[in-house]
């Protein structure tokens, strides 16, 4: 299969570059020479002053000295003019002064109550113990300290007056710590595939951040003659897309793999297409997860995807999020097909194994 992006680039095949070279004149040699020189920009793994280079041609003036520049800066503010404003400040207030309306006061008016002769009497003969039990059962805690309350409430229900307390407290937070680093080791992970270890049958790589690119496309090598790992797994690890093309010729190999985690890396279109590619002859590869790429697939590849699994009837779980509507349908319509399918051949191989053991 012709990868979308080569298919512009045939064209170019038969040029001349020594006669395009020969035409060109000393100024424009010097300026593709510039060019060249020119380091990756979008390079996130290289420092900031290494993705581009120096083009400074002034000469350097002498160590950095931090109060002669601030001096040389106030000198340099304090010699300089200020700029005359077009319209000069005189202080004149235009316009109206705003007063706020005062509305008016409405006078507080007493209401006038009376109660019943016995109740008033009863209110007025009672001691401040029975006004304060009167409070609690209506309610009012807040005329009432935490204590009476509690004599009246807490007491009746078994709860005792240290420790009861009225005031809503906020629960305590608990820590989350970050997670520990992955313990594995990367070499001695390396040769048991290579030495196709029988009990290694899942390898977790998650989360290492400093394996070199060359290590990984090692270990793609080396899961092409392993017969015994079945899940791989090496998500946020700052793979590119030769890595996903090492997996892929991996994956055209490969008869044992059943998982594939791949998310939270560097790859692009370019290298999830050349695993679409080999996953249409792949028959053994169940479940694989690709999404939060540092860029957007595009709509080319998440087509190709959709494809894809609507031709291989052994995935059953994919993980990515379409950002297209076409593609998203395609490829869930597919998923769920293929899931229908290993049901109903599970339920074919229960029911003949039933009859088998009728008698």
Not at 75 to 101: C, N, S
Not at 201 to 208: F, G, R
Not at 254 to 259: A, C, E
Request: glycine share 4%; with cysteine.
């Amino acid at each position: 299969m012709t990868l979308p992006f080569r298919k512009d680039l045939d064209k170019y095949k038969d040029l001349d570059e020594d006669e395009i070279l020969g035409k060109l004149s000393e100024e424009e040699l010097k300026q593709l020479e510039t060019v060249l020189d020119d380091l990756d920009p979008e390079n996130a793994l290289l420092p900031a002053g290494f993705r581009q280079k120096d083009q400074t041609v002034k000469k350097a003036s002498g160590p950095f000295d931090r109060e002669r520049l601030l001096a040389y800066l106030e000198k340099q503010a304090l010699e300089h003019k200020d700029r005359e404003d077009y319209v000069p400040f005189t202080r004149e207030k235009k316009g109206k002064i705003f007063i706020p309306k005062q509305k008016p006061v409405q006078p507080y008016t007493e209401e006038k109550f009376s109660l019943d002769p016995e109740l008033e009497e009863a209110l007025t003969s009672a001691t401040d113990t029975e006004l304060g039990d009167l409070a609690a059962i209506l309610g009012m805690s807040n005329l009432i300290t935490n204590s009476q309350f509690c004599d009246v409430v807490g007491s009746s229900n078994g709860v005792d007056k240290d420790s009861f307390s009225n005031i809503v407290k906020g629960e305590k937070m608990l820590p989350v710590f970050d997670e520990p680093p992955n313990p594995t080791n990367v070499e001695e992970t390396l040769q048991r595939i290579k030495e196709n270890d029988s009990r290694l049958v899942e390898v977790n790589l998650n989360n290492i951040k400093n394996i070199p690119i060359p290590t990984l496309k090692e270990f793609a090598k080396a899961l092409e003659t392993n017969t015994h790992v079945k899940n791989f797994s090496l998500a946020a690890t700052r793979s590119n897309d030769p890595v996903a093309v090492a997996l892929a010729d991996m994956l055209r190999v490969n008869t044992k793999l059943k998982s594939l985690n791949i998310e939270s890396n560097f790859i692009t279109g370019v290298g999830i297409l050349a695993l679409v590619d080999a996953l249409k002859d792949n028959e053994t590869l169940t479940e694989i997860k690709i999404d939060n790429q540092r860029q957007q697939l595009g709509t080319v590849a998440e087509v190709e995807i959709a494809k894809m699994l609507e031709e291989n009837t052994k995935i059953l779980k994919f993980g990515y999020h379409f950002t297209q509507q076409g593609p998203r349908a395609r490829a869930a319509a597919a998923i769920t097909k293929n899931n229908d399918l290993v049901w109903s051949m599970r339920v074919k191989v229960s029911a003949n194994t039933f009859s088998s053991l009728e008698p």
